[in-house]
Structures are given as C-alpha cells and as structure tokens.
C-alpha cells in the first residue's frame, strides 16, 4: 500500500534558526496536504499542493510540491517558539481523483524550539 | 463553537468491553472520517462517510469496529470487545466534497482511549 515518510522524526532549533522537513511517498500523489499538531492538540490544517512544481508561503512557511508529486517540503524562516509542534503530510489514499478518500499520513516531524 | 466536536474527551474501559464514541462534524460537511492515532504516530485512516454512505474502510477496521452515520450527519464508532491494542486517540474530521476539487479536512479534538 501506499506509504508517506517523513524525515527528520525530530529536530532542535534554536529560536530563530530555520527549520526544514521533507515528505516522501512511494506512489504519485493528486495531491499533498500539510497539518501541524500542538501538543496534546489535534491536526490543523495549513495547505494543499496540486500542482506538480508548485511552491506555495504562508508568512514565514514555504511549501514544494515535487515535479513528480512524490514529495514535497515545508520551510520555516526565523522559527518562532509558536511553531513548535508537530508537522504532518498527506496524501490521499489509494484512489486518484478529486481527494476523497482518508489521508495517509506521515509519521510527522517534531519540531523542538529552544528559546 | 461550530467545529468538529467529539464525546466523550476520555474513555477508560476495562478489556473486554464495548465502547461507543460520538462525533459531530460541521453542519455543512458532507464528509465524515475517523482517524486513529497513537503516541508519536501520524494518524492512520480507519473509514469515512459521505452523508450517510460508508465508503471506504481500512484494513485497521478489524470485525470488531463498526461506524455509523444513520442520518448523514453525527457518526459513532463503536469497539467491541475492547483490547490493550486498541487503546489509542481516535479523531473525527469532517470536509466537504466537491466535482474537481480537493478540500481540507477539519479535525475534532479527539476521544482517548485507554483500555486497561
């Protein structure tokens, strides 16, 4: 079946320092969403990705999209200790389409920030 | 509050027994899922509805899981003959769904389970 990894599993920042996480899946995706958890919070949505290529930012966030839609990438300028959680990507599940199904998740990036 | 709400917060239940969870998506979603997750795990998808249809359904949803949503609108998820394994965050997101679009998905506060 279809798998989405994420690399790192964690990472220490110290406040201010950029900060990077990649997402990897084993099957072409229609599409790719990206969730942060705070801890003891649940999965908040922050974007999608369709477009092959596509870059998208939010303030201090930039989102790729790969050009073969198998992986993708957010950045974070000047990390803020309100950044601190922990960041998902998804796919959607084995069908193709119009994004449907339930999301395969990554196992998510744990960002740590030292003030 | 017009998010996705989900009862009860907290289960403890003791092996063997059932247990039953609620959740509400948005008013205006069609779409409803249930998503299980452990700690350091991303969440893994277990089914969803789309207003009263049960579409799809993961492996993870052994016999003893069944879900519902009798009106297209709440959804439960009942387990029966709880395990150790089952314990576990269960969350509800619902979205909407439209021809040629992709959308996100609004996740409730989840329900923990802790079967003892």
């Known amino acids: 079946g279809q798998q989405v990894m994420q690399i790192p599993q964690y990472q220490h920042v110290q406040e201010g320092e950029d900060f990077t996480t990649y997402c990897n899946s084993s099957t072409t995706l229609s599409n790719i969403q990206w969730y942060k958890q705070r801890p003891g919070g649940h999965p908040v949505f922050l974007i999608q990705l369709v477009k092959s290529g596509e870059v998208k930012k939010q303030k201090r966030l930039t989102f790729q999209f790969g050009e073969a839609k198998k992986n993708s990438s957010l950045h974070i300028t000047a990390t803020q200790t309100t950044d601190v959680g922990t960041y998902f990507c998804a796919g959607p599940g084995r069908r193709s389409g119009g994004g449907a199904d339930g999301l395969t998740f990554g196992k998510g990036t744990h960002l740590i920030i030292q003030p | 509050d017009t998010g996705v709400s989900q009862n009860p917060r907290h289960k403890i239940t003791k092996r063997g027994q059932n247990v039953t969870f609620r959740c509400d998506p948005i008013?205006?979603?069609?779409?409803l899922y249930w998503y299980r997750q452990t700690l350091g795990q991303g969440p893994e998808f277990l089914t969803y509805f789309q207003n009263e249809a049960q579409l799809e359904k993961s492996r993870l949803l052994s016999d003893r899981f069944s879900a519902e949503r009798p009106k297209g609108s709440f959804s439960t998820l009942e387990i029966q003959r709880t395990e150790q394994g089952d314990s576990a965050m269960y969350l509800c997101a619902s979205s909407l769904v439209w021809t040629g679009g992709y959308y996100e998905q609004y996740f409730g506060p989840g329900t923990r389970l802790t079967v003892t």
């Open positions: 008013s205006e979603h069609n779409r």
